[in-house]
């Protein structure tokens, strides 16, 4: 019942920015934590920052350490992702991800989260 829908994916020339959301819907509680991972052609689902939902706690990908942020808007449970400084190689599906269990397996690890959203695209030319 619990559903992620991501939305705010689009077209932008590299150096533009866009703001990605993750809308939560079914769930009656706080996620542990939540986080974005995306999936360019040929290439496997990575993770890209993860949010932990009591403690904040932040992490990004060395690609996009610097670039993006991500926040949640707590009482919706809403997670964004600001990515600023686009470049061609952000483009992918963009999905977001969510489990409401702490776990020991790496937060970028897909198999940690058990709910997934159906992705929004981020295509950046140059």
């Known amino acids: 019942q619990v559903q992620l829908v991501e939305s705010g994916g689009g077209s932008v020339q590299a150096g533009g920015s866009l703001r990605l959301s993750c809308t939560v819907s079914?769930?009656?509680?706080?996620?542990?934590?939540m986080a974005w991972f995306r999936q360019a052609p040929g290439k496997e689902r990575e993770g890209v920052a993860v949010f932990y939902t009591a403690s904040r706690y932040i992490a990004y990908s060395d690609s996009t350490k610097g670039r993006f942020t991500i926040s949640q808007d707590n009482p919706k449970s809403t997670l964004y992702l600001l990515m600023n400084s686009l470049k061609p190689e952000d483009t992918a599906m963009y999905y977001c991800a969510a489990d409401f269990q702490n776990s020991g397996i790496s937060h970028f690890a897909t198999r940690r989260y058990k709910y997934w959203g159906q992705g929004t695209q981020v295509t950046v030319s140059s």
């Open positions: 079914g769930s009656s509680g706080d996620f542990y934590a």
